[in-house]
T-cell receptor, first 112, second 112 residues
Framework: QQQVKQSPQSLIVQKGGISIINCAYENTAFDYFPWYQQFPGKGPALLIAIRPDVSEKKEGRFTISFNKSAKQFSLHIMDSQPGDSATYFCAASMEGTYKYIFGTGTRLKVLA | DGGITQSPKYLFRKEGQNVTLSCEQNLNHDAMYWYRQDPGQGLRLIYYSQIVNDFQKGDIAEGYSVSREKKESFPLTVTSAQKNPTAFYLC???????????FGDGTRLSIL
């Protein structure tokens, strides 16, 4: 019940296309859902995050869609660029805890 | 610039040797974390600390030890009891629980 399942494992998108990465969870007590972007040899950087009181959050080309009833959330990267090529991790946590539960990551490659 | 500094960037361990990874933050965050990252896997929590002089085991604490004597510092020791220490180690911090975690750029540990 503590798992966060992330898919796909890898993704190839043409420049200008839309990249979509999905995560699913079981524990309805989760109330914070961040997405991280990680380049090789670097630490993950917080990209965007959402709490369950909203269904969508947009920051620039990055959008999180949240479906509370389906217990799913997804990251959409609009107008994908080669510089977006990185590994993306979703995570979940709950009030009063310090632990993040991370997905296993999606390696995105955007072709020029 | 506020942030998290991990050192060294690369570290090599001999058999039977303990090694210590450094993590310093100047974000004035109360909570600090250590994660281990292996290829194709998500981040796994080793230890975390909510406040100075207090820390808790994460999911994979065996073979590791930590201390939290100062708010800004959270060193991780990889002991000889950790039989498979080769990995990328990431330190993170957050203001408090269920808040964004910010990561350093990691230390890559290898066995000689």
């Amino acid at each position: 019940q503590q798992q966060v399942k992330q898919s796909p494992q890898s993704l190839i998108v043409q420049k200008g296309g839309i990249s979509i990465i999905n995560c699913a969870y079981e524990n309805t007590a989760f109330d914070y859902f961040p997405w991280y972007q990680q380049f090789p040899g670097k630490g993950p950087a917080l990209l965007i995050a959402i709490r369950p009181d909203v269904s969508e959050k947009k920051e620039g080309r990055f959008t999180i869609s949240f479906n509370k009833s389906a217990k799913q959330f997804s990251l959409h990267i609009m107008d994908s660029q080669p510089g977006d090529s990185a590994t993306y991790f979703c995570a979940a946590s709950m009030e009063g805890t310090y632990k993040y539960i991370f997905g296993t990551g999606t390696r995105l490659k955007v072709l020029a | 610039d506020g942030g998290i500094t991990q050192s060294p960037k690369y570290l090599f361990r001999k058999e039977g040797q303990n090694v210590t990874l450094s993590c310093e933050q100047n974000l004035n965050h109360d909570a600090m974390y250590w994660y281990r990252q292996d290829p194709g896997q998500g981040l796994r929590l080793i230890y975390y600390s909510q406040i100075v002089n207090d820390f808790q085991k994460g999911d994979i604490a065996e073979g590791y030890s930590v201390s939290r004597e100062k708010k800004e510092s959270f060193p991780l020791t990889v002991t000889s009891a950790q039989k498979n220490p080769t990995a990328f180690y990431l330190c993170a911090s957050s203001v408090t629980s269920n808040q964004p975690q910010h990561f350093g750029d990691g230390t890559r540990l290898s066995i000689l």
